[in-house]
């Protein structure tokens, strides 16, 4: 009863959806189009040349000469999202974003409508139908349907672009028989290994292993999640108990007279929660912003996400909401010498072991990454090490402003950021 759908090539689509000259040829979408840059987002037509996420611009000309290299358009890929998002909630209530091109369809709840595979499958062609006729004729996805989250994933993965697999009890053992264990999401290296030393080297041989089996060869009890995930049991729809966290500010008269500082207090507060959910190992599924003002009024914003852990995102959105705001107030910013204080929060977490393990394998190593800067971080400082965009920016202050003025004083709040605190024991804070 799980539907997993994911947006082929979503982000290239996009740029072809909106910009009928791309139709039919190799884009690349890159952050930066110089020759040093690097495509993020391969069409189809270019990954059909050879182009592969991660290749450097200079080396994906040379495979493809009439790759067109073309600037991200986040705010565009969020709008299509947002539009999908939408969608999909016209078929059931419960609809779970799973990144920017992915999202679970649950129709556990609606059994008595979609009674038999049949059912299920006219769903899946009338969804992929919706998204053509009212939201864009070029965007195309591949659709998973299976008993469980994970397996509905692993569906969506075998045919793309535009597929449409079913996995069930009866053809299970088929499906698993002609994959690697490497096919799975979520199993990389690592896991592979392990797993290989304890003498499980195919997805078959994983589903009929022993639970307590598994658990001794992983070294963990994600090891019994397989199991579950290879017999159709779900461990991939539970949330994280804990609640929130949130991270506040009062702004001095100095600070709220640039507004250059309060846009780098307002980054610092959103890298302090990158920081408290990296340490504790949560994604959040929601965020939002609130800013008091010196005339007792106040200003909310919240968002529902795909899970997040990343702080210039969670910055970015918030700040095109800002944007969008001034645009629609005659130029009058949200962010000016009037404010009182600025607050962030996180909420609606999901933990990394069941995230990293199920449905996110392209932000495994992200998540590694960002793990290990952290670990460098803790270990020679915070501003040791940043990000490119980061400077990009100009906002190396925002950093100062972490470990400098201020911390003290966040010492104490941090006791209050999340409010079934008793949970939440960090040594780091
Ligand atoms: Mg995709």
Redesign the pocket.
Known sequence: MILFI?????FATCEQQFNYYLRGRPVGVCVYTGKYGAVIAPSIEAKKMGVKTGMRLNDAMLLCPDLVPLETNSGRYREIHLKIMNLLRKYSGDVIPKSI??AIVDLQHHKHIYKNIEDMKKLANQIKQDIRDTIGDYLKCSIGIAPNAFLAKLASDLQKPDGLTIITPENIDEVLSKLKLTDLPGIAGGMENRLKNAGIDTPLKLRYTDPAVLKVACQSIVGVYWHYRLNFSEVDLVSSPYKNMQAMRQLSREQRSSAQTIDNIFISLCMKLEKRMVAQGVYCKEFGMNISYQNGQRWKYHSKNAPLQDGMTIYHTLKQQLDKYAKEHGGKTLLHEGVAGLGVNVSDFVTADVLQVELFEDNIKKDHLRKAVYDVKDRYGYDKLLKAIELKEGHSAAYQDLIGFGSIKDMYNEQDWVSNSNKIQNPEE
């Open positions: 994911d947006m082929n090539s979503f091109d992915e």
